[in-house]
């Protein structure tokens, strides 16, 4: 199974300069990119070796790029086709959205196409968000809210543009949004490739990585103003690089009433695993398009083991995970990020799957 990597974020905000970086360092990876459209940011010309009729275009350390407007599925059987034919080489594949593009539909394409999801394995969707502009963007686009929502990694470029005060701002605004996402500050594409590639953020698996300060104990109830006037450090959470270690927030957050939220459900009960599935089922009839991401680490009455599962939109996938240590509590997690979705119905609802 090839990875695949999507990367998305508003215009302007750093993705063609990331994708430069990756398509011209010696990393010795083959990497095939897929560009939705060439733009006026597109790959300069000067890195490229040939072109040819199939608008694939060969780069000097061993890459590829092509360039596709229409089907990203027959972009990728014909890459693969190629491949099979000796043409060309890769081992992996990154997929840069236009700015515009809400990256739902491009990741549903390996859940849905049965040739791609045998072909391709979805990795992980890298979000760049712009420091400088990103609050504007945001109350003004829901395009870049859903980005946002869908990221499993986030990229703070032109951080060094505004103030500390502003990104710890935008930080806090971005983990209400989107807490299982790592935040990172990237300065021209200066991100490690291991920050990039092999993320398995489409995997299942036993972590469910979710803000501390989001699961904290008082929840915090992040969509109000509230002002942190104790000491803490917001390097605990995998915010990578925090340039103002343990300071002091002073400063209230300003309420931003974005139609992407997140919300997270938590006991220590264990569920009818009958009533979950149809309470799931019909949550993602009803408002499976406006559920963006979802991921869980369920407590299950009659099994001794973690259930995982995640889903994008109507897609959902579960597995059996680990044991359950002798020392833990089984317990279940569980993160909903969406559209304006309703928040208290699907609490209720799994309250009253619990046993």
Known sequence: ????????????????????????????????VIENEFGEENIDNDTLVHDNA?????????CICCTIRGDLVKALSDLNSQRDAGAIQFDRVVIETTGLANPG????????????????????????????????????????????GFADRLFITKADLVT???????????????????????DFGQAELKQIFDLHGFNLNDKLDIDPEFLGADDHAHDHDHSHDHDHSHCDHDHDQCAHEGHDHGHAHAHHDDA?????????????????EDFLGSILQVYGERLLRYK??????????????????????????????PDETPNTKMVFIGAELPKEIILQGLERCLV
């Open 260 to 276: 992407i939220k997140s919300f997270v459900f938590r006991s220590e009960k264990a569920f009818d695993p009958a009533k979950l």
């Open 296 to 325: 869980g680490v369920l407590n299950m009455r009659g099994i001794d083991r973690r259930v995982v599962f995640q889903g994008v939109h109507q897609m959902m996938g579960s597995d059996v995970g680990a044991k359950w240590q």
């Open 1 to 32: 199974m090839t990875p695949v990597t999507i990367l998305t974020g508003f215009l302007g905000s750093g993705k063609t300069t990331l994708l430069k970086r990756i398509l011209t360092e010696a990393h010795g990876m083959k990497i095939a």
């Open 105 to 148: 539909p491009v990741a549903q394409t390996f859940f849905i196409d049965d040739e791609v999801a045998d072909t391709y394995r979805l990795d992980a969707i890298i979000t760049l968000v712009d420091a400088k502009h990103a609050q504007q963007q945001l109350d003004q686009h829901e395009v870049v809210q859903r980005q946002v």
């Open 164 to 186: 500390p005060e502003a990104l710890d701002d935008l930080k806090h605004r971005l983990a209400h949004m989107n807490p299982r996402a790592p935040q990172q500050e990237v």
């Open 54 to 62: 199939e608008q694939i275009v060969q780069m000097s350390n061993g």
